[in-house]
């Protein structure tokens, strides 16, 4: 797989994935980062990429006074993503829940991408259920949605999440996956662990916000994300997606 930061910017393109030849996704890792009172957004921080080897990149970015982050994405395997990330909470203020947004979107990818959310996946309390059965809850924003996620505080009581007003009364388990169009491959993001969970049709994407708990002044923590592009069908990917979360198959 090959990934192409997009200078300036806390996004990259993902393209040469084997499972799907000829698409490319855009990944915001992270859209936003930091305290969810008080997140950084992408339009304010402009991390530095490095390659580290053809397997391995790493982006730093720094608010002064406020945060400073690490992240590393590794590319070692030919159908995953492996992001890790270590946040710095470089303020006055103790963060009760630190956060980073991570985007995955699939709107320059035909034959995965789903407006309608008719190929979109889920899990409850262990069970795979598809999106549009779980319960919505439309803000004046009707095509974002967010949800909570098992083992993570209620998304209503973090701030980043409660803005949106979408957030229902369920809860989630901490990934979200989309099958291909021809239902025999699968794209699948994981928070390790999740903060929430969160997608908006207009673009096609998937969020599994990773989690970082409470940090201190001047104390850090770690958290990460995987991300799945399967030759295997949603049943077959299970397993994968699993593992990921620590969950026996």
């Known amino acids: 797989m090959k990934l192409e930061p997009i200078a300036g910017t806390m996004s990259a393109w993902l393209s040469e994935v084997p499972a799907f030849p000829g698409a490319r996704f855009s990944l915001g890792f992270p859209e936003a980062i930091g305290e969810a009172a008080a997140a950084v957004w992408y339009t304010t921080l402009v991390p530095e990429w490095e390659?580290?080897?053809?397997?391995i990149w790493q982006a730093?970015?720094?608010?002064?006074?406020?945060?400073?982050?690490?992240?590393?994405?590794?590319?070692?395997?030919?159908?995953a993503v492996v992001v890790s990330y270590t946040l710095e909470n470089e303020s006055d203020r103790h963060w009760e829940n630190a956060l980073a947004f991570n985007c995955l979107s699939c709107g320059d990818a035909w034959d995965v991408r789903d407006h309608d959310c008719e190929r979109h996946w889920t899990g409850v309390a262990g069970e795979a259920v598809p999106l549009l059965a779980v319960p919505r809850q439309h803000s004046t924003r009707p095509t974002v949605q967010l949800y909570s996620t098992a083992g993570a505080p209620p998304a209503t009581d973090l701030p980043f999440v409660s803005a949106f007003h979408a957030t229902p009364d369920i809860v989630l388990d901490p990934?979200?996956?989309?099958e291909s169009r021809d239902s025999t491959r699968t794209i699948a993001t994981v928070g390790r662990p999740a903060a929430f969970l969160f997608h908006n049709m207009e673009y096609s994407c998937i969020h599994a916000?990773?989690?970082?708990?409470?940090?201190?002044?001047?104390?850090?923590?770690?958290a990460g994300n995987d991300m799945f592009f399967l030759d295997a069908p949603?049943?077959?990917?299970?397993?994968?997606?699993?593992?990921?979360?620590?969950?026996a198959v």
Do not use: C, H, K, N
């Not at 390659?51 to 397997?55: E, V």
């Not at 608010?63 to 992240?71: H, K, R, S, V």
């Not at 077959?236 to 620590?246: E, H, K, M, P, Q």
């Open 51 to 55: 390659q580290q080897d053809t397997r």
């Open 60 to 79: 730093t970015g720094r608010q002064p006074g406020e945060l400073a982050y690490e992240m590393t994405v590794d590319l070692s395997l030919d159908d």
């Open 175 to 178: 990934w979200m996956a989309v």
């Open 209 to 222: 916000a990773s989690g970082f708990g409470a940090i201190a002044p001047g104390e850090s923590a770690t």
């Open 234 to 247: 949603l049943a077959d990917a299970l397993t994968r997606i699993r593992s990921s979360i620590g969950v």
